[in-house]
Each structure stands twice: as structure tokens, then as C-alpha cells.
């Protein structure tokens, strides 16, 4: 069992709102990501980090902004939430060797 | 650029059938890891299985293996003995030890016919 958590798990917010979706995990994992995925289609990286005060851009350009103070904790931001945000998002973790990732179950984001 | 593609958006098996999805990978690395990935319908990412490129035996997990041709670039997965809680997206994914990044393909929905 994977010991990574993410909430909220559902949220339905307004068009102008600050939301931050919260993922943690209990394994001291280095190594996280956030991906967005459309409901059936493909995972796409949008951010990751490789430990404490490291964050990167992934490969799909997001209006989202990441953190990671703590080892534990990688929470995902947006600042001006807009309904092309609508969408899941997943935050996995990678153990040191990286032959294992282990994902959250994911946020599902609904802005009106 | 890595690159993941499953060409199979969509497949169907009969229960008890066995099925292979397809899964190519186009790299200039030498060392990383492929993986198979399950999602059912609003559930977690689970992982299925998984393959070191510099292992040249194919992994194997109970029903599920892979054929992993490394110079074709090529990692299907077979599921043999289809059951009904095998329906599910499955993603192809790739992550190279240089930068630790995990490449998904598109996923192919897999649907069983009992």
C-alpha cells in the first residue's frame, strides 16, 4: 500500500478562487510529481521536485505553482482558478532506486 | 525527447482470453525503467509491472508479462487468463536515471467480455 494522500479528493470552486490541493507522503521520498489528467486521456507532468527547495517545470505548461518545504509535503497552487483548470490531478512519489512510483488518488478539480 | 506511444486506444478481450498491449518508446538513453500501470474507473494508479532496460529477461507478474525488445524499442504487456477486474486504462511509462522524469503514453482502455 502506498502511503501518499491527497486532498482535497473532490472540490467544486468559482472562477476567480485561490485553491491549493494538498499531497503528502509518509515514505521520506526525495522525489515528487504532480500530473494533470483529463478524465480517459493521458497523464501530463506539470511539475516535479527532487527534494527540498527544488521545484521544476514539467512538460505541459501550467498556470499552477508548486512548493516543498518540507520533504513530506508538495502542495500544488492556483492562484486565479479558471474552468480550463478543470481537470484531475495526481502527485505521486518516487523512491530512491526510482523503480517504483506510487500515486495518490488524485484530486478531481471542477471550476464553474 | 522521450517519447511514449501506445497505439491501441482501445481493446477487447473475452474473459479467459489472453490480450497484449502495445507499447513503444523512442530514447537516446541506455539505463531506465519501463512500467505498466493500471487505472480503473475513478481509482488509483496502481502499478502492474515493471522492467530495468538492462535486464534482458522479461518480468513477469503472475497473469501479467511483458516482451521487452530493448534495440526495437518496444515493451508490450500480455494479460493472460483475462478477468473482469482487469478493466481498466493501462499506461506505458518510461523514466530515465538521468533526470528522473516519468514519461505516460496515451493509456489503452482494455475492456473484458464476459
Known amino acids: 500500500e502506498a502511503d501518499i494522500y491527497q486532498t482535497p479528493r473532490y472540490l467544486v470552486i468559482g472562477t476567480g478562487k485561490k485553491i491549493t490541493l494538498e499531497c503528502s507522503q509518509t515514505?521520506?521520498?526525495?522525489?515528487m510529481y504532480w500530473y494533470q489528467q483529463d478524465p480517459g486521456m493521458e497523464l501530463h507532468l506539470i511539475h516535479y521536485?527532487?527534494?527540498?527547495?527544488?521545484?521544476e517545470k514539467g512538460d505541459l505548461s501550467s498556470e499552477s505553482t508548486v512548493s516543498r518545504i518540507r520533504t513530506e509535503h508538495f502542495p500544488l497552487t492556483l492562484e486565479s482558478a479558471r474552468p480550463s483548470h478543470t481537470s484531475q490531478y495526481l502527485c505521486a512519489s518516487s523512491n530512491p532506486s526510482g523503480n517504483t512510483i506510487y500515486f495518490g488518488e488524485g484530486s478531481w478539480l471542477t471550476v464553474v | 525527447a522521450q517519447t511514449v506511444t501506445q497505439s491501441q486506444p482501445e481493446m477487447s478481450v473475452q474473459e479467459a482470453e489472453t490480450v497484449t498491449l502495445s507499447c513503444t518508446y523512442d530514447t537516446s538513453e541506455s539505463d531506465y525503467y519501463l512500467f505498466w500501470y493500471k487505472q480503473p474507473p475513478s481509482r488509483q494508479m496502481i502499478l502492474v509491472i515493471r522492467?530495468?532496460?538492462?535486464?534482458?529477461q522479461n518480468a513477469t507478474e503472475n497473469r501479467f508479462s511483458v516482451n521487452f525488445q530493448k534495440a526495437a524499442k518496444s515493451f508490450s504487456l500480455k494479460i493472460s487468463d483475462s478477468q473482469l477486474g482487469d478493466a481498466a486504462m493501462y499506461f506505458c511509462a518510461y523514466r530515465t536515471n538521468r533526470d528522473d522524469k516519468i514519461i505516460f503514453g496515451k493509456g489503452t482502455r482494455l475492456h473484458i467480455l464476459p
Open positions: 522492467q530495468e532496460a538492462y535486464k534482458q
Open positions: 521536485s527532487y527534494g527540498v527547495n527544488s521545484t
Open positions: 515514505m521520506g521520498h526525495d522525489k
